[in-house]
């Protein structure tokens, strides 16, 4: 059995409480009894994509399990590299991947520099069929803007010609699910066939339409807790997702 833990939308220098709140997530997944395989941390760590931002998150975000943290649309991918990864700073997709003995992690850079809405360019997907055909093991996907729609919000900012996505991962058995983020509220559906689960937002939850949430602008609530999810996959291939709120 895997457990991952999937966290997301952290967005370090959004509000005086983001630090406190990724920070209680952190430390909640560090007094875990046993040990996850992974986790993930699909997009907009920094809300402003400074380095101060970035070297905050890089100490909060330090496990004692294996942490894979992806770029979403508030990054910035020079500094991201330079202060989060300790790379050289460079403007091309941050794609990466995570090997362990059971599965692998592709996190693929769904940002566009610049823009809100998402897109997984032909250098990412040519990456992501490498690690694809690389291996025997399970891969989970992972990026940051959702390929459906899911209702709310961000639908108008989501990612950007999903079907190139769909297509590369069409028939592929061994990719479990899809992970996404960015849609600040705990979601699952279906893409290519397979799982789409999306992490709630650390930061804030953005109420839906049904919610009073009708635009971007007047959506999000801080009060509620931050949101994590745990994907467990058995040993039937079956997924099973348990979403939990973080008291801070």
Request: aromatic residues 6%.
């Amino acid at each position: 059995m895997i457990v991952i833990a999937h966290v997301s939308d952290i967005h370090i220098g959004a509000t005086p409480e983001s630090v406190a709140r990724a920070t209680a997530v952190m430390r909640y997944l560090d007094a875990l009894p046993g040990d996850l395989d992974a986790v993930l941390v699909t997009g907009d760590i920094a809300d402003h994509g400074e380095r101060e931002e970035y070297e905050e998150a890089a100490k909060v975000l330090a496990a004692r399990h294996p942490v894979l943290v992806g770029p979403g649309n508030h990054d910035v991918r020079r500094e991201f590299r330079r202060s989060l990864l300790g790379e050289e700073p460079a403007d091309g997709p941050i794609n990466q991947v995570l090997r362990t003995g059971r599965a692998v992690y592709a996190m693929c850079d769904s940002s566009i520099p610049g823009r809100s809405e998402g897109e997984l360019t032909e250098e990412t997907l040519t990456w992501l069929e490498g690690v694809l055909d690389g291996t025997d093991l399970p891969v989970f996907v992972a990026f940051h803007h959702p390929p459906v729609l899911l209702h709310g919000p961000v639908d108008q900012i989501g990612l950007r010609a999903p079907e190139r996505l769909e297509s590369l991962l069409a028939g592929r058995a061994q990719v479990p699910a899809v992970l996404t983020g960015h849609a600040h509220t705990a979601a699952a559906a279906t893409f290519a066939g397979r799982p789409l689960l999306v992490g709630g937002g650390v930061v804030s939850t953005l109420k839906l339409p049904w919610e009073g949430g009708t635009s971007l602008d007047n959506c999000a609530d801080y009060a509620l807790p931050p949101l994590i999810a745990f994907h467990v996959f058995d040993d039937e291939g079956r997924v099973t997702t348990h979403f939990r709120a973080v008291p801070v």
